[in-house]
């Protein structure tokens, strides 16, 4: 049984900031691509920040305010949110992908206030 279970989200006044966590079980963050996605209403599922083959990458929109990462030892990633817009306001989902099986939390909603 494979569970992703996010938390930190909550309501901020921009500027403010957040850290979200992504426990996970029955699936291996080390020897896996994980990331965090966010989906606002209206708008498609983006990527936000990953971990990809040793690598980082973020959107555009949010280089320079959010940080990814992960420790191994407790099988959870983080997602760092600095410098909040309301823009950013959205549920963000933590992703693990392992060889053709994707994995999805449930997903934790960030409200920033003007």
């Known amino acids: 049984q494979v569970q992703l279970v996010e938390s930190g989200g909550g309501l901020v006044q921009a500027g403010g900031s957040l850290r979200l966590s992504c426990a996970g079980s029955g699936v291996i963050f080390s020897i896996s691509t994980v990331g965090w996605y966010r989906q606002a209403p209206g708008k498609q599922r983006e990527l936000v920040a990953g971990?990809?083959?040793?690598?980082?990458t973020y959107a555009d929109s949010v280089k320079g305010r959010f940080t990814i990462s992960r420790d191994n030892a407790e099988n959870t990633l983080y997602l760092q949110m600095n410098s909040l817009k309301p823009d950013d306001t959205s549920v963000y989902y933590c992703?693990?992908?392992?060889?053709?099986?994707?994995?999805w939390g449930q997903g934790t909603q960030v409200t920033v206030s003007a």
């Open positions: 971990i990809i083959s040793g690598g980082y």
């Open positions: 992703n693990v992908h392992f060889r053709q099986f994707y994995y």
